[in-house]
């Protein structure tokens, strides 16, 4: 088996005398689809910052690619859509195309010179997502589930080998769920990237993942999605607190 592309070994992070993560060990490997289940203030938010380096916990051991986490440095090669609802003001005056142009600032660098080739790659990035024909509409003009897949378009612009999303079908209409996940099993199949997603949605994504993890400060659960079939509604009831609830 080849290396993990991350590992967490017993990690652990309090905010001031709260522990939020207690003693999380975990791997990823190349192509896995990762559903990351657990209720309100479980420490999903704090474990994906952490994973992306945003925050540094107070004990443990974090490997992204094989290397340290302090030391890493191919952060574009880990694409972050959050929350749309947290991360963007729709009435913000940009074409799609501009928005997903954006993305391009991570991988070559604040002041450097877009590459030439810039708007291929802006169409690539929507075609993968399904929305090449509204590059040049108003980002504020579509619907929820459109701007979501323009905010991953802008994400995969970058190239990345992990797409890390928090909660992505928050503001999506019921109806579009579906063919939200069909895109993101696409995306994992076709292009083999790896996926995590915090999700609640775990009947609707269920038939797309790979790996569920349950996490309510620790991890109680890791491993496929089949096994975690098999968990009895009693257990996990006592591990999420009532928050997800078994596929039927």
């Known amino acids: 088996m080849s290396e993990p592309i991350i590992e967490m070994k017993n990690v652990s992070f309090q ?54 986490n302090e030391t890493f440095r191919q952060r574009e090669w880990i694409g972050y859509v959050s929350q749309k609802s947290n991360a963007f003001n729709s009435g913000f005056p940009a074409t799609v195309e501009e928005v997903v142009k954006s993305g391009l600032t991570k991988k070559v660098g604040m002041f450097k010179r877009i590459p030439k080739d810039a708007l291929l790659q802006v169409q690539d990035a929507l075609k993968a997502v399904g929305m090449e024909r509204f590059s040049k509409k108003n980002i504020g003009e579509l619907s929820g589930g459109q701007q979501q897949r323009v905010f991953i378009a802008r994400a995969l612009i970058a190239k990345p080998k992990i797409l890390v999303m928090d909660e992505p079908t928050v503001g999506i209409d019921h109806e579009n769920v579906q063919s939200f996940y069909d895109m993101l099993y696409s995306l994992n199949k076709e292009q083999n990237i790896t996926i995590i997603l915090v999700t609640h949605d775990v009947d609707t994504v269920s038939n797309r993942i790979s790996h569920v993890a349950c996490l309510n400060q620790t991890i109680h659960f890791h491993g496929y999605k089949q096994e975690f079939d098999e968990i009895s509604q009693e257990q996990l009831d006592k591990w999420q607190g009532h928050a997800v609830r078994k596929i039927h």
Not at 27 to 50: C, M, Q, R, Y
């Open 15 to 68: 905010y001031e005398y709260t522990q939020v993560l207690n003693n999380i060990s975990f791997k990823v490997n190349e192509g896995d689809f990762l559903a990351i289940l657990g209720p309100n203030g479980s420490g999903k938010s704090t474990l994906l910052k952490i994973l992306l380096g945003l925050l540094k916990p107070q004990s443990g051991e974090i490997k992204l690619f094989g290397q340290p």
